[in-house]
């Protein structure tokens, strides 16, 4: 059931953001607007964020690089992109071990993606380079960030002018607008999260019982390991025997010859 705010908007329930316009999309947007984005910690979701009532949880934008600081674990860039407000750019560092090389004993800092892990060069990332960033949204002492899964130069002005054109006809045209469900797109999403329900609960059904089918697998070659311990076991005491046995009448027949 949607929930309706003080402003007169409606936010539906999560089921339904698949049907938005803006969820599984990189949002075009201005970093003055990414500071206006708000969570609602109803939904348990850290990671999206909304724009009126729009769920966004990836964002795009370009400008201009006006800051660079490195840190021990993440490099800190500031994105200008003249909209009123700047935006200070994630870039995660993952330290690559590499101890079992002689020949370079210390690790190696390499820039990644958080979601996938995919190496970044950000080398041109530097103070005075013109860029077109995309990321996830995260948010630091109350002010939000963007962790950069991606990112390319632009060739000049010109390209940076048309990406803030298609941001402004983006503003306009969706994110301007609330976004609104009738009652039957709502009740359709919702049949499908119960079918999508359905179908994820057999399926981790079917892996409990692999799992436990694996294991009673398992517990019968284990068994079958054991009881063939077992035999050679008692073989090898019995060989063992008659060692003895033969080994003490081999010393009293040489102790008969020796008198």
């Known amino acids: 059931m949607a929930t309706v705010d003080d402003n007169g908007l409606e936010f539906y329930p999560a089921y339904c953001f698949k049907a938005a316009p803006t969820h599984f999309t990189w949002v075009k947007i201005a970093a003055a607007d990414v500071h206006r984005l708000r969570r609602r910690f109803q939904y348990g979701d850290p990671s999206t964020y909304f724009y009126h009532n729009h769920p966004i949880r990836y964002i795009s934008l370009a400008g201009i690089i006006v800051a660079r600081t490195e840190t021990p674990y993440r490099t800190i860039l500031t994105l200008d992109d003249s909209s009123g407000a700047t935006l200070d750019i994630v870039v995660v560092i993952r330290q ?6 002689p020949s370079t004993p210390t690790p190696t800092p390499t820039h990644t993606s958080p979601t996938t892990s995919t190496p970044l060069d950000i080398s041109p990332l530097v103070p005075g380079a013109l860029a077109h960033v995309k990321g996830t949204i995260s948010t630091f002492r109350s002010t939000p960030q963007l962790q950069l899964e991606r990112f390319w130069l632009l060739r ?8 803030v054109a298609q941001r402004a006809r983006y503003l306009a045209e969706v994110l301007s607008h609330p976004w609104v469900l009738s009652e039957e797109e709502v009740v359709r999403l919702e049949e499908e999260a119960e079918v999508e329900e359905v179908r ?27 009881r063939a311990w077992e035999r050679e076991e008692r073989e090898r005491e019995r060989e063992a025997d008659v060692c003895r046995v033969e080994g003490a009448r081999f010393m009293r027949e040489l102790n008969c010859k020796g008198e």
């Open 96 to 101: 690559i071990d590499n101890s079992a090389n």
């Open 156 to 163: 000049d002005t010109n390209a940076e002018m048309h990406f």
């Open 200 to 226: 994820a609960e057999e399926g981790r059904d079917r892996a409990v019982r692999k799992a436990r089918a694996r294991g009673e697998r398992e517990d019968r070659h284990c068994g079958v390991i054991l």
